[in-house]
């Protein structure tokens, strides 16, 4: 199995950084590298030289370069990189294919999949490399330096003064950090909000104080046999044109804290919801931890405003039924099928599961996903074969099978 182990280096505005890896024999040195970095010297474990070539990688949009090299005739390869120039790129708002990375003298946001960012194995053969199947790397945990003076998040200190951030789900990381003093906070139960912007202190206690009720609720209805009692930190990025929210483990980030009651009523018992709901598959498989986390908002949404329920629920019946006919006949015309949108496939999972029974019955099967530490769809199929009856787990069992057939 190929291996890497990877350190980072901030100063002002500046990010150096060495990966070293260990390539099985039948793996090829081809690594790419986004575009605002440059590779600095490249090396074998003995500190020689290999001679390496950078190639622009042909997928418009993408702002990465290809580099092949020679060879190393242990397998092990050292690659020093380093920003080309101030890295400051897009504080104030998101971009689809650069998502949050930003670095300034009093806060950083590096947001992104830790194998589209740095330097990262991939494929020479460009169909494979497109085809968006990384080849299999076991990343070791990231080593970060230079954060002395920050109080950083997702990520654990070290007596040493630096960092260690451990890559969960999927190889994705966040490191945010804030330099002592330079932000507002709002406290309310377990939950800690913190925001740079004066102007969203007001939201930032309005903010914790929702998610420490949706918690409460949650602990003691939906989820009362597994409730969640640790302390959570929740972050405004500070961008104003979305809202929109993430959740990492015990840290949400959200692109902005100023949300009108309706959207927090809607996206902050989601974004709970996943804090059980969560396998960390990017696959159409995921759609359960999308629709495992969508419903239990859903549940929520029954016991304090019905009316509201019935409205979203309409709402989104709508869509991810047009959806799903949209999926169907670009499968029954042999067209490239459209990307798998595991929020519409989730919703109308469980939405097909409450049309057909009820909404107690699309609770237990939440749980039966849920509950257990291990949580994939054969899992959820089998606990559902145990706890259920016949008829809820044959449809439930037509189901699966009808989503996961059209995405293998």
């Not at 929210?245 to 902005?256: H, I, Q, S």
């Amino acid at each position: 199995m190929n291996h890497a182990k990877m350190e980072l280096h901030f100063s002002p505005c500046v990010l150096q950084g060495t990966i070293r890896y260990t390539l099985d024999l039948d793996t090829a040195p081809f690594f790419i590298l986004d575009d605002r970095f440059r590779i600095t010297e490249l090396t074998d474990d003995a500190g020689k030289e290999l001679h390496y070539q950078k190639v622009p990688d042909s997928a418009p949009l993408r702002r990465q370069s290809c580099y092949t090299s020679k060879p190393s005739d242990t397998g092990k390869y050292t690659i020093k990189f380093e920003s080309n120039g101030p890295f400051q790129q897009y504080p104030t708002q998101r971009k689809r294919s650069d998502r949050y990375n930003f670095f300034a003298e009093d806060r950083i946001i590096l947001y992104d999949n830790y194998l589209c960012f740095f330097p990262r194995l991939d494929f020479p053969d460009g169909p494979m490399r497109m085809s968006g199947h990384p080849i299999p790397c076991v990343y070791e945990p990231l080593t970060a330096y230079g954060l002395e003076d920050y109080e950083v998040y997702f990520a654990e200190k070290n007596t040493d003064g630096t960092c260690t951030i451990r890559m969960p789900k999927q190889d994705c990381y966040m490191v945010y950090a804030l330099r002592k003093g330079s932000y507002f906070e709002a406290q309310c139960g377990r939950f800690r909000a913190l925001t740079q912007k004066k102007n969203e202190r007001k939201n930032a206690q309005a903010i914790a104080q929702t998610n420490d009720d949706v918690l409460n609720w949650y602990n003691e209805n939906l989820y009362r046999e597994k409730p969640v009692q640790c302390d959570f930190q929740l972050m405004s990025l500070g961008f104003i044109h979305r809202r929109n929210a993430y959740v990492r483990d015990y840290l949400t980030v959200y692109e902005n804290f100023r949300l009108p009651a309706d959207i927090c009523e809607s996206y902050i018992p989601h974004e709970l919801g996943h804090l059980w709901c969560i396998s960390g598959t990017f696959s159409a498989a995921g759609f359960l931890d999308e629709g495992g986390a969508e419903w239990s908002a859903e549940i929520y949404r029954y016991h304090h405003n019905h009316e509201s329920f019935e409205k979203h629920r309409k709402d989104y019946e709508k869509w991810s039924e047009r959806y799903w006919k949209k999926l169907c006949r670009e499968q029954d015309s042999r067209k490239n099928p459209v990307s798998p949108n595991r929020h519409l496939l989730g919703f109308r999972f469980f939405n097909r599961i409450y049309q057909r029974f009820d909404l107690d019955t699309v609770g237990r099967c939440i749980l039966c996903y849920a509950l257990p530490d291990v949580q994939s769809p054969e899992e959820f199929l089998k606990r559902m074969r145990s706890t259920e009856p016949d008829a809820v787990y044959d449809f439930v069992q037509r189901e699966t099978q009808d989503i996961l057939r059209r995405f293998p």
